[in-house]
């Protein structure tokens, strides 16, 4: 709605954010996000979005589940309009993207210690590949 509150979830709310349905219409996504990530996406989206009544994607942020345990999500939403033209709220989904950012973050720390290692030990590696000559350095 225009105050960012939700008015309906599918029951699959339940296993991303272990909330059942009834406990998350009619409170607000911030609502679930630890504060740092909740006054980061409420600014953006109330300053940039809502005033230019624009669709988004790709909006990554966390939120916090009844155990303390987080889940990552990426959101994407388009404005709904009342009879009259105006802005009645947003219309989303959201995916629970906390598996493959666990891999990408080991992945990044794996890579950094990686170049770390090169650089100390003066060494460093590269692929030929024959088929198109292309090098990787």
């Not at 990552?72 to 033209?85: E, I, K, T």
């Amino acid at each position: 709605d225009q105050e960012c509150r939700f008015v309906f979830v599918s029951s699959q709310v339940l296993d991303v954010l272990g909330y059942p349905a009834a406990e998350v219409v009619g409170r607000t996504a911030y609502d679930f996000m630890p504060s740092e990530d909740s006054e980061r996406v409420s600014a953006w989206f109330l300053e940039e979005i809502v005033p230019n009544k624009k669709p988004f994607q790709n909006l990554i942020h966390r939120s916090v589940r009844p155990d303390g345990s987080i889940v990552w999500q990426r959101v994407a939403g388009s404005p709904v309009y009342a009879a009259d033209g105006s802005l009645a709220g947003y219309r989303g989904t959201s995916y629970d993207f906390t598996k493959q950012k666990q891999v990408s973050d080991e992945l990044a720390r794996q890579l950094a210690i990686f170049r770390q290692t090169e650089e100390f030990a003066k060494i460093g590696g590269w692929e030929l590949d024959v088929v198109t000559n292309q090098l990787y350095w």
